[in-house]
């Protein structure tokens, strides 16, 4: 049921395990009928020390880490710039008896090439959302959202939808993985890699 164990002195091989694993999970989860398997949710912290979490779409998994995308100027924008430290969390409910896997690191933006790229790969409706969504800010009624979005819609109009400044993606690099399984009667098995001063290892833990 759990995934091999590296050797512990190995520190790049127990990373490179450890975002193998989650590359697997991420495909059996899609297989076992997952309706939404790269939702995760984000942790983040506010400068007043206030944390919130919401779901966001993981849009490519790299040896360097996690990418996901968003508004630079959301509220988890304007926390992750006070503080780079942040949590994801994945639970798929239809792989085996549960999984759950929880990822802590540090998170930077992505260059705008990098941007770019994946924006240009996103359904026009969406590119013309990102111009028209003031993310997180205040609106006064739907209306003024929708007004919004048709005036985004003529700008363009015939023309390719290029992306806002104020757009673009994130890369969170691990330091911490925690792998659950879930099992019967609550003996869940737990499997925790940790880069502490640049070596990785990896250890159990009571569920
Ligand atoms: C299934 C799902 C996927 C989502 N994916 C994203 C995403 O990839 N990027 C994003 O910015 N928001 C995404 N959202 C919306 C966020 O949960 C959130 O409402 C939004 O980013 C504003 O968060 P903030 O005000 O904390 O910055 C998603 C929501 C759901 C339910």
Same mark, same amino acid.
């Given at each position: 049921m759990t995934d091999a164990a590296a050797p512990q002195s190995n520190s790049a091989a127990l990373y490179q395990q450890a975002i193998d694993t989650l590359r697997r999970l991420l495909d059996e989860a899609r297989a076992a009928g997952? &309706?939404? &398997?790269?939702a995760m949710s984000l942790a983040t912290v506010a400068a007043n020390g206030r944390v919130s979490s919401r779901i966001v779409l993981l849009k490519g998994l790299g040896e360097d880490g996690l990418r996901f995308f968003s508004n630079y100027e959301s509220a988890k924008a304007g926390q992750l710039a006070t503080h780079e430290q942040a949590a994801v969390g994945f639970h798929w409910k239809t792989l085996r008896d549960q999984v759950q896997v929880r990822i802590e690191g540090q998170v930077g933006k992505l260059g705008a090439s990098d941007s770019d790229a994946y924006f240009a790969t996103r359904p026009r409706m969406s590119q013309i959302g990102a111009w028209a969504s003031l993310q997180s800010q205040e609106l006064p009624n739907r209306e003024t959202f929708d007004a919004r979005v048709a005036e985004i819609e003529r700008r363009f109009e015939g023309i390719e939808v290029t992306r806002p400044p104020h757009w673009g993606g994130y890369l969170l690099r691990p330091d911490l993985f925690e792998f659950w399984y879930g099992a019967n009667f609550r003996l869940h098995d737990r499997q925790r890699y940790e880069c502490r001063i640049g070596v990785w290892s990896q250890r159990l833990l009571y569920p």
């Open positions: 997952d &309706p939404e &398997p790269t």
